[in-house]
């Protein structure tokens, strides 16, 4: 099956500076790739996605590039608040929708003042 | 508002006695998931139903039992066979072919 990994565990960054975290996967029939943001006593909401006959998007702050022959994908972050403070899951699906994803292990990004 | 609610949000259970997590959607999705997150090991799928009175096992499936006897209910059985049980426990849906998958605040099982 699709294993997803996931870095760096920890990330903490002043604000205002960027923010980089880092997914491989394993399985290159995966074809989309979504990021969810976990804040404290919630459940993941997703905040970015990119599908995998794209290169790259882009969302005001946040972006997410993928590199399908090196078969990973990256969120940045930039101009980063202490309201981007949270954990950041990537995950890969092998059907292109929301069914079965699999999970990175998760980066806590802490922006400090 | 739509959303899926779990309840409760924290829930003790003594060693050995199954535990029912509830998980109920106003969202009108037809997909439904439960997950478990472990503190470094990200989210990991136990079951999905892609439809009512149908489920499937996930990654992690072994001590655990589900039904979907309606569209906005999937409850989760933590069974006395599910060897550590501890964790918290989230719960999500999506519509059919849908890429976002919504999540509810979770419920954190704790078992002594």
């Known amino acids: 099956g699709e294993n997803v990994e996931q870095h760096p565990s920890t990330l903490s960054v002043q604000e205002g500076d960027s923010a980089v975290i880092k997914c491989t996967y394993s399985?290159?029939?995966?074809?989309?790739f979504p990021w969810y943001k976990q804040e404290l006593g919630k459940g993941p909401q997703l905040i970015i996605d990119i599908r995998s006959n794209v290169g790259e998007k882009k969302d005001q702050r946040i972006a997410v590039t993928l590199n399908k022959t090196a078969k990973h994908f990256s969120l940045h972050i930039t101009e980063t608040q202490p309201e981007d403070s949270a954990v950041y899951f990537c995950?890969?699906?092998?059907?292109?929708?929301?069914?079965?994803?699999?999970f990175g292990t998760g980066t806590r990004l802490q922006v400090t003042l | 508002d739509g959303g899926i609610t779990q309840s409760p949000k924290y829930l003790f259970r003594k060693e050995g006695q199954n535990v029912t997590l509830s998980c109920e959607q106003n969202?009108?999705?037809?997909?439904m998931y439960w997950y478990r997150q472990d503190p470094g090991q990200g989210l990991r799928l136990i079951y999905y139903s892609q439809i009512v009175n149908d489920f499937q096992k996930g990654d992690i499936a072994e001590g655990y039992s589900v039904s979907r006897e309606k569209k906005e209910s999937f409850p989760l059985t933590v069974t006395s066979a599910q060897k550590n049980p501890t964790a918290f426990y989230l719960c999500?849906?999506?519509?059919?072919?849908?890429?976002?998958?919504?999540f509810g605040q979770g419920t954190r099982l704790t078992v002594v």
């Open positions: 399985d290159s029939a995966s074809n989309y």
């Open positions: 969202l009108n999705h037809d997909a």
């Open positions: 999500a849906s999506s519509r059919p072919g849908g890429t976002e998958a919504f």
């Open positions: 995950a890969a699906s092998l059907s292109g929708t929301a069914s079965k994803l699999t």
